[in-house]
């Protein structure tokens, strides 16, 4: 099916940990988007990608790690997980100047 | 740096309009959106002005004015599906890429 689709729904994990949360989307855009969402702060960019292999930091992108081998996947990885990075991850994906398409998120609960 | 500003919580009751105001400020200001988000859900795209004026899609009508750095969404005929967070959102350039910046919400309640 055609869209933008973040694996897992739900995750918890525990301090320290490595965790890597997946984004794949099937319409070729070039743009890719890594947002937070916490209460009172909206949607904050973590990293974004200009197409494959090209990444750069958003507003908050430390502890954050991603990689863009290929146009279609956007894997963001929390290196040492803390609590404070418990929150709503959304994925999203655009063409240059288009509207943003968002996955459905992944809620991260870091314990 | 960027920032944007919109009320964080608007009362509405049905039937009537209600407008969100935004107001950004920003260096290499592409274009500002709207989002609707509805509780558990993801945002979805509502409308963009990358142009002064008003751009009508429906029931929603957005607007921009660059020199001010000030954009609102108009919602008219409101009904109980339009409560909602809304979203305004930025489209900067930022060395040979674009980057999309949101404002912190505002929450819409409509009253019957």
């Known amino acids: 099916d055609a869209g933008i689709t973040q694996s897992p729904r739900y995750k918890i994990t525990e301090t320290g940990r490595q965790v890597t949360l997946m984004c794949h989307q099937t319409?070729?855009?070039?743009?890719m988007f890594w947002y937070r969402q916490d209460l009172g702060h909206g949607l904050r960019l973590i990293y974004y990608s200009a197409a494959a292999d090209i990444t750069d930091k958003g507003e908050v992108p430390d502890g954050y790690v991603v990689s863009r081998s290929k146009t279609e996947n956007f894997p963001l990885t929390l290196e040492s997980a803390t609590r404070s990075q418990t929150s709503v991850y959304f994925c999203a994906s655009s063409d240059p100047n288009e509207k943003l398409f968002f996955g459905s998120g992944t809620q991260l609960s870091v314990l | 740096g960027q920032s944007l500003e919109q009320p964080s919580e608007v009362t509405a009751v049905e039937g009537a309009i209600v407008q969100i105001n935004c107001t950004y400020q920003?260096?290499?200001?592409?274009?500002l959106s709207w989002y609707q988000q509805h509780d558990g859900g993801a945002p979805t795209f509502l409308s963009y002005n990358a142009l002064d004026g008003l751009e009508e899609t429906g029931r929603f009508s957005s607007f921009l004015s660059r020199s001010d750095s000030y954009g609102y969404l108009l919602l008219q005929e409101l009904q109980m599906k339009d409560s909602a967070s809304y979203f305004c959102?930025?489209?900067?350039?930022?060395?040979?890429?674009?980057?999309?910046?949101f404002g912190s919400g505002t929450r819409l309640s409509i009253r019957p």
């Open positions: 959102a930025v489209r900067v350039l930022y060395s040979s890429a674009s980057k999309i910046i």
């Open positions: 920003t260096s290499g200001f592409y274009g």
């Open positions: 319409w070729s855009h070039s743009y």
